[in-house]
């Protein structure tokens, strides 16, 4: 899972990258609405954190130019409780969610599955898929009833192919999920991380589509 969080404020900024990655998360940090509208363009992200008042350009700005470029990715804005008029112009500018600060990390975490389950269009939290399940909220795994388990990236390998089963996800897509900004990426990292799934969960799981990528089975 990567998270863009654009937000302006030190403390809270870093409080929330580093909690976001205890979970499991990969948190590129943008401080000011210029820095994020870069970033949007030039990498891809499962979920924006923004903050409304920020340097260069506001949130506002930042989600609606978002929004014009025809992205339904989702955002949860970070805002202050007396900003009802904000709050409201951010939700019609295209934000999914808001939430007030100062906020607790557990709710903001569980506010994002929240988005994220219905953006892929699930009721449930639970991910299913050819007797895997995969819990977003606990990382726990199982195939066939039986837990399974797997470090911080196997998850979040496994949690990407998951979210969209048929859809090949090429090695530099995979990496982005795994690593943020400045972070070394491993050579064949990704390679060895499916190589630990597939002993894990089965041969078959994973497939891997030459000069491609990998993908899960679609179960169509
Ligand atoms: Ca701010």
Redesign the pocket.
């Known amino acids: 899972m990567r998270i863009l969080l654009v937000?302006?404020?030190d403390m809270i900024g870093e409080a929330v990258r580093l909690g976001l990655r205890k979970q499991g998360m990969t948190v590129d940090w943008a401080r000011d609405g210029a820095a994020a509208r870069a970033a949007l363009g030039a990498e891809s992200f499962d979920l924006m954190l923004l903050?409304l008042?920020?340097p260069k350009l506001d949130g506002l700005q930042v989600l609606r130019w978002l929004r014009n470029t025809g992205s339904t990715m989702p955002v949860l804005i970070l805002t202050a409780r007396d900003s009802v008029e904000a709050r409201i112009q951010g939700l019609d500018a295209g934000a999914d969610d808001y939430i007030l600060k100062p906020f607790d990390l557990d709710e903001l975490a569980a506010r994002m599955r929240a988005v994220l389950r219905r953006q892929a269009g699930r009721a449930e939290n639970l991910i299913e898929h050819e007797g895997i399940t995969l819990d977003p909220a606990s990382h726990a795994v199982t195939r066939d009833g039986a837990p399974i388990r797997l470090s911080h990236r196997e998850f979040a390998l496994l949690h990407a192919l998951l979210e969209h089963p048929g859809h090949v996800l090429s090695r530099a897509q995979l990496e982005e999920r795994l690593y943020g900004w400045g972070e070394e990426i491993e050579s064949n990292a990704v390679e060895v991380h499916i190589h630990n799934l597939r002993k894990k969960l089965g041969n078959e799981v994973i497939q891997n589509v030459r000069g491609v990528g990998y993908r899960v089975r679609s179960m169509a």
């Open positions: 937000e302006d404020d903050d008042g920020l």
